[in-house]
């Protein structure tokens, strides 16, 4: 059972738009949500995360909103550029005895075309 | 290079071998993770360590699976008796003792079992 759902496998966007990548979760637990890129042949790679006590937290071109009474959480990358272009996984935990497992989504593909 | 130092990147093994994989972590950070990673799924966690102490391990690591971190620093993740199931990219992480501190991936090691 699927406890973190990327329901878009892919995702399609011109260089400079917006790219909107979504996640939901199930587990009402869940307090710390991460995203993170991953190259072909590379370790995903940390890019934010947000603490279920905001809604929104912000580093440069990325932003993840979280919203708690849906149980959804969102990345949005302003200006999309062609660099982006990698898989981006959404992971969640509970820190229940700080071990900060995370329980990863299957994640969306984002091609950013020239 | 401070980041995580996965080795060897390949390996490439017959059925009923074992293998040894190798993770040095960044210096200050005190946890440790294995996660297992195959196509289309996101990774999946497979043990984690506080220091030398193995404090969690999932039910997925049959014991055929073993890990080790003798001295806090480096660790070991060993499979024994291989088989064709235990294909794919084994990632290592690690991560400072804060609540909120991100997992950082070193590039993984591909498994493949003929």
């Known amino acids: 059972d699927q406890q973190v759902k990327q329901n878009s496998p892919s995702l399609s966007v011109q260089e400079g738009r917006i790219s909107i990548l979504n996640c939901d979760y199930t587990n009402s637990m869940f307090d710390y949500f991460l995203w993170y890129k991953k190259y072909p042949a590379e370790g995903p790679t940390f890019l934010i995360s947000?603490?279920?006590i905001k809604d929104k937290n912000e580093d440069g071109r990325f932003t993840v909103f979280l919203n708690k009474s849906a149980k959804h959480l969102s990345l949005h990358i302003v200006p999309s550029q062609p660099g982006d272009s990698a898989v981006y996984f959404c992971?969640?935990?509970?820190?229940?005895?700080?071990?900060?497992?995370?329980?990863w989504g299957l994640g969306t593909s984002l091609a950013v075309n020239p | 290079d401070t980041g995580v130092s996965q080795n060897p990147r390949h390996k490439i093994t017959k059925r009923g071998q074992n293998v040894t994989f190798r993770c040095d972590p960044i210096s200050e950070h005190n946890r440790l993770y294995w996660y297992r990673q195959t196509l289309g799924q996101g990774p999946e966690f497979l043990t984690y360590?506080?220091?030398?102490?193995?404090?969690?391990k999932s039910r997925l690591l049959s014991d055929r699976f073993s890990a080790e971190r003798p001295k806090g620093s480096f660790s070991t993740l060993e499979i024994q008796r291989t088989e064709q199931g235990d294909s794919a990219m084994y990632l290592c992480?690690?991560?400072?003792?804060?609540?909120?501190?991100?997992?950082?991936f070193g590039n993984g090691t591909r498994l493949t079992v003929t």
């Open positions: 992480a690690s991560r400072t003792g804060g609540s909120h501190s991100p997992l950082h």
């Open positions: 992971a969640a935990s509970d820190g229940a005895g700080n071990n900060r497992k995370l329980i």
């Open positions: 360590f506080q220091n030398e102490a193995q404090l969690e």
């Open positions: 947000i603490s279920s």
